[in-house]
């Protein structure tokens, strides 16, 4: 190993194997990034690509080893790195980025799991860097697509950076990556699919069937259907704090709404003020896959957003020049986002195709 390299080798065992967090999981680590500055090739994103392709047989995925290799391409912005980087997060630091997490929950109306991916994206940013600004943002945004981050995961940290430096008044000038966009919607159940689901629901679990339910006819986001209680779906309509802090007027069909006076008259303990759905997003979105497994559906088309997209793609079948009004209904900032659902699935397109093209 050169001194270049021991120095590297030096910087990452001080910056990311600290020994207040050192454990023996942590070993094959070291042991990685040991082997790699050991070799010939250089300390680069082409350079680690030809080192992963030149080894066979470890016992670690080649995906763990990139995601080590990569944190030696981390440059913190100043040049002394010692007064720059700060290997454990600080109590002042915990205190910061627990005090962020309540500002954007209480002030800004995040939900909590965007509240929670924040907070995450600005620990790791403090145990890169001491201070925030706009230079280190930036280093750690290239530090994020070194790693191989997807596009969507990248904006989200991205969004975390943005979301801080609101809060702390600083002029933060960073571009997100643009996301490939998928102009389909195929792993959305079609009409006949949801009604055998919400038929087996209905004499199975009447409980399961009323949430379901009203998923397929509102279009709200899972989080969204968390908020609500039973008082808000008798009163006919709401208004919902949405994503991004956005608020908009949700409907309930009057067949719903009877169905929900129908099961509190069966179940006088539950108050109209109670909770509709006192669980989980991931509780829901179980109990989704379980009931479609039963009611012998395919799964990959029964998640809690699929059902926000059944709703828009059966608003437009019955009001297709209406783009506007469903967008209101979805709570998109965007019309274009909304004109997702007028593209048509696979399965849709083929049966068109095989319809049209009969000629010889």
């Known amino acids: 190993m050169n001194r270049k390299n021991k120095i590297l080798f030096s910087d990452y065992t001080e910056l990311f194997i600290t020994p207040e967090n050192r454990r023996f999981a942590d070993f094959w680590k070291i042991n990685a990034v040991r082997d790699f500055l050991n070799s010939n090739h250089t300390v680069s994103e082409k350079g680690i690509q030809k080192y992963l392709a030149s080894i066979d047989n470890s016992a670690i995925s080649k995906s763990d080893i990139k995601t080590e290799l990569c944190k030696l391409l981390v440059k913190p912005a100043a040049k002394d790195a010692k007064t720059n980087i700060m290997p454990i997060l600080s109590e002042k630091g915990k205190t910061d980025v ?49 790693l191989g981050l997807r596009p969507k995961t990248l904006n989200l940290r991205i969004s975390g950076l943005v979301a801080y430096a609101k809060w702390k008044n600083i002029n933060l000038k960073i571009k997100r990556v643009k996301v490939p966009r998928i102009l389909e919607c195929n792993n959305v159940p079609d009409k006949s699919q949801m009604s055998k689901f919400l038929t087996f629901c209905k004499s199975y679990n009447f409980y399961w069937y009323l949430v379901f339910r009203c998923l397929s006819t509102t279009g709200l ?74 009611a012998d559906q395919d799964k990959s088309k029964f998640h809690p957003h699929a059902f926000r997209h059944y709703f828009a793609k059966m608003y437009l079948a019955k009001r297709p020049d209406d783009l506007i009004g469903l967008q209101g209904l979805l709570g998109h900032s965007s019309l274009e986002t909304t004109a997702i659902y007028l593209r048509r699935s696979r399965q849709e397109m083929f049966d068109d195709y095989t319809k049209t093209v009969n000629w010889e």
């Open 98 to 146: 627990t005090e962020f997490g309540e500002y954007l929950v209480v002030e800004q109306s995040y939900s909590p799991n965007t509240a929670r991916s924040y907070q995450q994206t600005m620990r790791e940013f403090f145990n890169i860097f001491k201070e925030f600004n706009q230079t280190n943002a930036v280093a750690f945004k290239n530090h994020s697509l070194a």
């Open 221 to 294: 986001r899972i989080h969204e259907l968390l908020k609500l209680t039973y008082d808000d779906i008798l009163s006919g309509d709401t208004l919902i704090n949405g994503k991004g802090g956005k608020i908009r007027r949700v409907f309930f069909q009057k067949r719903f709404i009877a169905e929900i006076e129908e099961y509190l008259k069966n179940n006088s303990h539950i108050l109209r003020s109670d909770r509709f759905c006192p669980k989980t997003a991931r509780g829901v979105a179980q109990q989704m896959q379980a009931y479609a497994k039963k």
